[in-house]
């Protein structure tokens, strides 16, 4: 079993920088390929980003976000990260984090992650 815990979100201005985390407990970190998500308000969940497991050598970008958002991992640390630079209102979403046991796999839509977060709440004010 896999546990997953978002946090770093917060209130920011457009054009900002935010780092959120995602910090994993239970199976071992380095073998989980991971993802991240946002749903806005009243809207359907959306691939953000995705990262492959172990050296995450390979990472997949949504296009509205490529450019401008990170994905990253420390294995050492247990913990994912998505680097957030010069966000945009459309940005404001919670954003949460997923994992798959599938190495060398860039999951891009939900139905291929087996754990999720709890979430994080980004909201970027113009």
């Known amino acids: 079993q896999v546990q997953l815990v978002e946090s770093g979100g917060g209130l920011v201005q457009a054009g900002a920088s935010l780092r959120i985390s995602c910090a994993s407990s239970?199976?071992?970190?380095?073998?989980?390929?991971m993802g991240w998500f946002r749903q806005a308000a009243g809207k359907e969940r959306e691939f953000v980003a995705a990262?492959?497991?172990?050296?995450?050598?390979?990472?997949f970008y949504a296009a509205s976000v490529k450019g401008r958002f990170t994905s990253s991992r420390d294995n050492a640390k247990n913990t994912a990260y998505l680097q957030m630079n010069s966000v945009k209102p459309e940005d404001t979403a919670g954003y949460y984090c997923?994992?798959?046991?599938?190495?060398?796999?860039?999951?891009?839509?939900?139905?291929?992650?087996?754990?999720w977060g709890q979430g994080t709440q980004v909201t970027v004010s113009s």
């Open positions: 997923a994992a798959h046991s599938r190495a060398g796999v860039l999951g891009k839509t939900t139905a291929q992650y087996n754990y």
């Open positions: 239970g199976r071992m970190f380095s073998t989980l390929g």
């Open positions: 990262i492959t497991s172990y050296t995450g050598t390979y990472t």
